[in-house]
């Protein structure tokens, strides 16, 4: 086990002016790559150990290259993030892309600025530690991580963002609460509700 998997305190949403917000993506940009440099290559073992250690080496370099492709944007277009409000920044991360447009449609309705639209877990985790968002808002079930990988990714290294979570399972509700999820949505919730309860979270 690394790091990475170690959980962070659950946080209330904190309000932060453009200073706070970059010296916070500079602190998780300095975690990140200080626990990334703690992994250690595993003695190989059974063939299941291996393609599982393969896929979580996959995963921490598919992250690595969203937070890259972040942070280059961030260079590119500075003035364009500066003008936004550091109040009101989600992340959604949803396979279904009728479902994603529907959730950024309702918050941007309610003055929030979904900051981006994401389908990986990985990549999920790179944004959030570039972007350090007051909420996230995924899908249980994504690929490269799953919901419960970027909860605790998140809890870490963003650990002032709030995580909303759509689970297809009634009865994993609870976990993803411990987990770390602040809030968990069944899929029989609509998106235009999803987006009223993610900005209630941060009192929108």
């Not at 990475?4 to 904190?14: E, H, M, Y």
């Not at 602190?27 to 059974?46: D, F, K, N, Y």
Request: hydrophobic content about 45%.
């Amino acid at each position: 086990m690394t790091t990475l998997d170690q959980p962070a305190p659950i946080t209330t949403w904190l309000a932060r002016d453009w200073p706070t917000v970059l010296l916070d993506q500079l602190g998780a940009l300095e975690g990140w790559a200080a626990a990334r440099a703690e992994i250690t290559a595993t003695v190989p073992g059974s063939r299941e150990s291996r393609l599982d250690q393969a896929r979580r080496e996959d995963a921490l370099a598919r992250a690595d290259q969203a937070l890259l492709d972040r942070a280059a944007l961030h260079l590119r277009h500075g003035e364009q993030f500066a003008a936004a409000s550091p109040r009101g920044r989600v992340v959604v991360a949803h396979r279904n892309a009728w479902f994603t447009s529907a959730v950024r449609m309702g918050l941007h309705e309610r003055g929030l600025e979904p900051i981006a639209a994401l389908d990986n877990g990985a990549d999920t985790v790179g944004v959030c530690v570039a972007e350090q968002p007051d909420v996230l808002f995924i899908e249980d079930r994504l690929p490269s991580w799953s919901g419960r990988e970027v909860i605790s990714h998140v809890r870490r290294f963003a650990p002032h963002t709030l995580i909303a979570v759509q689970s297809p399972d009634p009865w994993t509700m609870g976990e993803l609460l411990d987990c770390g999820a602040h809030q968990v949505f069944d899929r029989a919730v609509p998106p235009a509700e999803v987006a009223a309860r993610l900005a209630e979270l941060i009192g929108v």
